[in-house]
């Protein structure tokens, strides 16, 4: 008796010991295992706990028992004698424990190789915590002091372990305020969105000993980079991307309730068999408040059976969660700040651009070099908006059409290069650049050439450039092979799969359309450039504007100083009429008188040398009255009196009276008049009186005779006749063939320069037209091309 | 003998007329002005006259009206040296308008074809 006692204390001293030793719980449990069995003499022991959930024991510690079979070997409450044991909560000494019914083998645990065994509860007051055994290799009837030894010693256990949990919880508590701490500590220690996301979900799960964590913030418009979801999982120590929507039924739920939820077992619900598809088996899902709006969800889940969340760690999440809510919306405002205080800065830097742009603008009215001006614009780094190519075009509301005025922009990389190379060598801005006049040099690229070719119809059926007039908004065409509103031509044309229009508009009028694209660096447009360039294309289209208007009031000026000028010229020439008609009525009846008698004269000689001075003085006088004439005819305007005639028969006639002439000059005529004219409605004397003058000036040309050619054809789709007269004289030289058409000009020494001016001036008032050109076969012809008219019926053949 | 009564103010003109249409073998009476034309047809009578558009005292269109008005069929051709009225003549029922030249072989044939 005295031994036994003697050995209780001994064992309880030793437990007593490791009791307060800083091992952990299997580890002290294993060591009480060593004292018991040493102590009592026997060969084996084991200690069995009950878990959290209360319904099995489990073997934790083992000596002389199969060591694979520890945190693994377990039993229900009621089932072996471990689960007898701990739901009786009495002890139990069985020699041969394979005969007894409450015994169930488990194979290879190694408690074959042992004979009997004691068995004794671990109760902390009415509860039982676990079951500590004693086994011996022998046949082993225990006594009741060993019983009561081993039931001492399993109160002293119970002791040991309330104690370590004790402890463990005190160390639990602490290490999650630490993790609390060093969570807070890290949330203020970055601004950084997806650094701060991280972090809360990499402190998380290591917090919570889970799995994965889902944080999904709920959409910010205002940032469009703000991720939607961060996940985390954590294996080792690498964060692995992990599928984001897993627990999202749950988290939804989470959003719209604003409250956390916690789910032990996912088993237990069939609406969250997606978890368990997943690999999770419990979850906590906990919104992120601020100022009681929900600004997030932060979920953890867990693949571990064994250990479901419970209600502890949904407290720590919620700690976690709460102050992740102030340092997520902390970022999220640092972040909108910045976004502002970056668009602030854009916006001033754009409206410094934009306004030395004005200013460059502003220095001419000149339309020409005001296109070039904005053009560069569009394409300078630096003070520009740097695009590669700009096009612009103006709208012609007369054809309603979008017409191409200039293109600037390089036609090669190597030109690119060279170009930009160039300029920001030179470190110029745009106003230096006009000071300079550099910028006016003319450089006809064959960008300006293709952009000055592009006409568009303004019809929705014409595409994009038609639509960013009609519709009066910007394009950003990204790919312009699969566009339906980019036309083929268009797109082969500018060679580029992306581009972009913006309209000009100047005072709610489109006025054209500016095309931009970047073909050499193959920067994408952004909607921030377009952006910008709206505003340019506003600026531009007042300016232009501005321009137009000051070209028209110009225009108009100059027109109404032609307009006067000719109203003077016709006034003098109106004055110089009827000094004519003066002149001519006083000199004529003279020459009469002087030619008139002289011819008497002449009939009564005949071949004497007062003959040939008689000619003399008739020729001068028909000479005399031929100038007069020409004058008042080219002075005086007289509408046509139109009748129908016939073109064929009038030119005869002409020819009669001009036969003798003709003879004598040794000019021979070829005629071939198409019977196709219809009969014309023309004054006869005034097309006869013009007629005669090309014949004249073309037997003029012909000193030497020739052959004169007269045809008459339809021309212009039957629309008008052709009368060409070709004769074989050396052709007109550049120089006359500019000037015969300009009354006063001759090249005949002799002639009054009125002719040809005359004829012109005849045909107009007939609503036709003379051409003039030198044939390939040498000589020149004339062809006067008269319109059929209204009464121009068809003549049948 | 057909008779020609030529107007014109300028001597000359009327003495080429006279002899050339002589030759022709008219008679012709000359006057200075559009007065004394009109009193010569009171006391004579003319197959044809020539007459001058611009005169002194009344002109030739007032002459040629009056003309009109004593004898409605008688053949008047209007011999002056402007060109611009030429398209008018018919409207002041004229019968022709010459316009003066040194070579009068117009005029002839229109004098004859006139009087045959």
């Not at chain 1, 088996?281 to 906990?286: D, M």
């Not at chain 2, 103010?9 to 008219?26: A, S, V």
Request: negative net charge.
């Amino acid at each position: 008796m005295e031994a036994l006692e003697k050995t209780e204390l001994s064992i309880l001293s030793e437990i007593s010991h490791i009791s307060n030793s800083a091992i952990d719980l299997t580890e002290k449990l294993r060591r009480i295992e060593e004292v018991v069995v040493r102590g009592m003499g026997k060969d084996g022991a084991s200690v069995f706990l009950v878990d959290q959930s209360g319904k099995t024991v489990t073997l934790v510690a083992a000596i002389g028992l199969n060591q694979e079979s520890v945190g693994r070997m377990s039993f229900p409450l009621g089932m072996g004698i471990a689960g007898w044991v701990a739901e009786q909560k009495v002890p139990l000494a069985l020699e041969d424990p394979y005969s007894d019914p409450r015994f169930v083998y488990v194979p290879e645990s190694g408690i074959e190789n042992f004979k009997s065994l004691v068995a004794a509860p671990i109760m902390d007051e009415e509860r039982c915590l676990g079951v500590i055994f004693v086994l011996s290799l022998l046949v082993w009837q225990a006594t009741s002091s060993e019983l009561t030894l081993l039931t001492t010693t399993a109160n002293e256990i119970a002791g040991v372990i309330k104690s370590t949990q004790l402890i463990q919880n005190i160390q639990d508590r602490l290490s999650e305020l630490s993790t609390i701490y060093e969570i807070g500590m890290a949330l203020t220690s970055t601004l950084d969105l997806e650094q701060l996301l991280s972090l809360i979900a990499k402190n998380s799960v290591q917090s919570l000993r889970a799995q994965g964590c889902t944080i999904r913030l709920v959409d910010i418009p205002e940032i469009p980079s703000r991720k939607t979801f961060a996940a985390y999982n954590i294996a080792g120590n690498v964060i692995m991307d992990i599928d984001a929507r897993i627990g999202q039924t749950v988290s939804d739920r989470v959003a719209r309730e604003k409250r956390p939820i916690l789910i032990q077992d996912a088993h237990q619900d069939a609406a969250l068999c997606e978890l368990l598809a997943a690999g999770a088996c419990s979850l906590i899902s906990v919104p992120l408040l601020f100022r009681e709006k929900v600004i997030g969800i932060i979920t953890v889940y867990t693949r571990d059976e064994s250990r479901p969340f419970r209600e502890n760690d949904l407290q720590f999440l919620t700690t976690v969660a709460s102050g992740a809510a102030v340092a997520v919306e902390n970022a999220a405002m640092y972040e909108r700040m910045e976004s502002l205080a970056m668009e602030a800065r854009t916006r001033a830097q754009e409206l410094a651009i934009l306004n030395d742009i004005g200013t460059a603008m502003s220095t001419t009215l000149n339309l020409d070099r005001l296109l070039r001006i904005i053009l560069t614009a569009a394409t300078m780094g630096g003070t520009g908006l740097g695009f590669n190519r700009a096009i612009l075009l103006l709208t012609n509301e007369r054809t309603d059409m979008l017409q191409g005025m200039m293109g600037i922009g390089p036609t090669s990389w190597e030109e690119a290069g060279r170009a930009w190379g160039e300029v920001s060598s030179k470190h110029k801005s745009l106003m230096e650049w006009i000071q300079t006049g550099e910028l006016f040099e003319h450089r006809d690229s064959a960008l300006n050439a293709l952009a000055r070719s592009i006409r568009v119809s303004l019809t929705p059926a014409e595409g994009v450039m038609a639509l960013t007039v009609l519709n009066k908004r910007p394009y950003n065409i990204t790919n312009a092979s699969s566009d339906p509103l980019v036309r083929r031509e268009l797109r082969d044309a500018l060679a580029v799969n992306s581009f972009a229009t913006v309209p000009l508009i100047a005072k709610d009028r489109v006025i054209g359309v500016i095309l931009v694209d970047n073909m050499f660096n193959q920067r994408p447009i952004t909607e921030g450039d377009i952006r910008f360039l709206t505003m340019f294309a506003n600026q531009s289209a007042l300016a232009i504007e501005n321009a137009i208007i000051h070209t028209n009031l110009e225009t108009m000026n100059k027109d109404m100083r032609a307009l006067h000028e000719q109203l003077v010229q016709s006034e003098k020439m109106a004055a110089l009429g009827a000094m004519m008609a003066e002149i001519t009525h006083e000199i004529r009846n003279p020459l009469v008188s002087i030619g008139g008698f002289t011819r008497r004269l002449a009939k009564n000689l005949q071949h004497s040398e007062e003959k040939k001075y008689i000619d003399i003085i008739l020729s001068e006088v028909t000479r005399l009255e031929g100038i007069i004439h020409d004058n008042l005819s080219y002075i005086k305007e007289v509408a046509p009196q139109p009748v129908e005639t016939d073109i064929a028969a009038l030119i005869r006639e002409i020819l009669m009276l001009y036969e003798d002439e003709l003879a004598q000059r040794r000019i021979r005529v070829e005629t071939n008049f198409s019977p196709a004219l219809p009969g014309l409605m023309i004054d006869a004397q005034q097309i006869k009186q013009a007629a005669i003058n090309i014949l004249k000036n073309a037997m003029e040309a012909m000193e030497n005779g020739g052959t004169l050619t007269i045809r008459t054809y339809p021309s212009d789709a039957e629309k008008e006749a052709a009368i060409e007269f070709g004769d074989t004289g050396p052709g007109i030289s550049s120089k006359a063939m500019h000037n015969v058409f300009n009354p006063y000009y001759t090249t005949k020494p002799r002639g009054t320069g009125l002719g040809l001016p005359i004829t012109n001036r005849i045909i107009k008032a007939h609503r036709g037209r003379i051409e003039l050109r030198n044939k390939d076969t040498g000589g020149a012809s004339f062809t006067i091309k008269l319109p059929y008219g209204e009464r121009g019926d068809k003549k049948p053949a | 003998m057909k008779k020609i009564l030529v107007v014109d103010d300028e001597e000359n003109i009327r003495e080429l007329y006279r002899i050339e249409f002589e030759d022709m073998g008219y008679t012709v009476t000359v006057v200075s002005d559009g007065i004394q034309a009109l009193d010569k047809m009171d006391s004579d009578k003319f197959d044809l006259v020539t007459l001058d558009m611009r005169m002194p005292d009344i002109d030739g269109i007032e002459t040629l009206r009056k003309m009109k008005e004593k004898d409605s069929a008688l053949p008047v051709i209007i011999c002056t040296a402007y060109e611009e009225y030429k398209q008018d003549f018919g409207s002041w029922c004229s019968e022709a308008y010459v316009v003066k030249s040194a070579d009068t072989s117009l005029l002839r044939e229109t004098v004859k074809k006139i009087l045959g």
